[in-house]
Each structure stands twice: as C-alpha cells, then as structure tokens.
C-alpha cells in the first residue's frame, strides 16, 4: 500500500524557514518523481514544486521560485522542501504527490500545515 | 501560471447529471491531452479520478466521464450519488515540467 506522511509544518513568523519532510512507502520511491502541492484555507489546490526521480531536476511555481527548495534522499525513500522567506501568503497545507500516467498525481499525502504569521 | 477557470460549484439531485466545466488555454489545457482530474472529500486528501482526459484509474465509478474540447475540459457526474458530493479540482501539465490547478469546483447532491 502506497503511504505518503509529511510532517515539519509548524507556526512560523514572516521571513522565517521551516524543512518540510515527505516520508514514502509502498513503492519504489527512487523510479518516481514526486511533486508538492499547497492549499490555503479554504482555497484550491496549488502545484508548487516538483523533482525528477533521480533528484537531478527541479521545477518551481512563479510565487515560490528562489525562496523554496525541493529535494530528495531515494536512500531513505523521503522527499523535502525547504520553505525560506515565508510570506503571509505561504500559509497552506503542504501536501506531497507521488507522479501517476499521463503526468497525474496518483497518491497523495495529507499534508502538513505551514502557518506564517506574527 | 493562472489558474484554470472552474465554477464555484455546481448541484443535482440524486440520479441527475452534473458537468463540470475546467478552462485553461493554449498553452496548458489546450496543448496537452494531459488533464486529469481530482475528488477531495473533506479533511481527506485528494484523489485521482481522471488522468489523460478521460483514462479512470482502477476503481473510480464509471458513472464519471471525462472530455475535453479545445481549451475547455469537462468532468460529467452521471446518476449522481449522494457519496459524489466532495471537491472536485481539474489539472492541467503545461509545458516544462509545469502544472496548473482549477480552483476548485464543490458538488452537492441535493
């Protein structure tokens, strides 16, 4: 069974950084790209970063491009995102996605919540 | 990077059909056959309903079709079920390893 957990979401005041953490299981992580995605409260969901499988290749959203950072450790099956600058904006439930067919999203996590404010 | 256009919501009654409209452009909906489509039941995490434009995956109901026509993709309910009420997000690859979301469009079975 396909798991995805993140964790590392925390109150944070603007400006500040937090490293989001995606923990896989149930598949061979190192063949897959992975992606993050964000949804503030009560809005839609938002594509802000993805990797390839070898972690060789990284592509960000225009709103997040030089103050995040996506990464991955295939040797311990986990994905990352290091969120720096943090703006109220940024406030969201950060959700890590598993690549599917078609350039899909076929497993999703939960989420973590990042809260930036003072 | 803008968002792909969906309605805030739309309704039916059991047994009705729903469509759910996804408009993009040129350069994402339009210029890929690579829309898949997302349920998102409350507190829950999203779930892919669509990928491909009208490719289910393993499991999802049949009574869920997906289309597309131009820059326009559309999600259709038929026989909708009180269980279909939830959250439903179009996606869209566009180019370079990009991705663009519709806003979200809620379903409620009256």
């Known amino acids: 069974e396909v798991q995805l957990l993140e964790s590392g979401g925390d109150l944070v005041q603007p400006g500040g950084s937090l490293r989001l953490s995606c923990a896989a299981s149930?598949?061979?992580?190192?063949?897959?790209?992975m992606t993050w995605v964000r949804q503030a409260p009560g809005k839609g969901l938002e594509w802000v970063s993805s990797v390839t499988n070898s972690g060789d290749d990284t592509y960000y959203a225009d709103s997040v491009k030089g103050r995040f950072t996506i990464s991955r450790d295939n040797s311990k099956n986990t994905l990352y995102l290091q969120v720096n600058s943090l703006r109220a904006e940024d406030t969201a439930v950060y959700s890590c996605?598993?690549?599917?067919?078609?350039?899909?999203?076929?497993?999703w996590g939960q989420g973590t919540l990042v809260t930036v404010s003072s | 990077q803008s968002a792909l256009t969906q309605p805030r919501s739309v309704s039916g009654s059991p047994g009705q059909s729903v469509t759910i409209s996804c408009t993009g452009t040129s350069s994402d909906v339009g210029g890929y056959n690579l829309v898949s489509w997302y349920q998102q039941h409350p507190g829950k995490a999203p779930k892919l309903m669509f990928y491909d434009v009208n490719k289910r995956p393993s499991g999802v109901p049949d009574h869920f079709s997906g289309s597309k026509s131009g820059n326009t993709a559309s999600l259709t309910i038929s026989g909708l079920q009180a269980e279909d009420e939830a959250d439903y997000y179009c996606c869209s690859y566009a180019g370079s390893f990009t991705w663009v979301f519709g806003g979200g469009t809620k379903v409620t079975v009256l």
């Open positions: 149930g598949f061979t992580f190192s063949f897959y790209a």
């Open positions: 996605a598993k690549e599917g067919i078609g350039y899909s999203f076929d497993y």
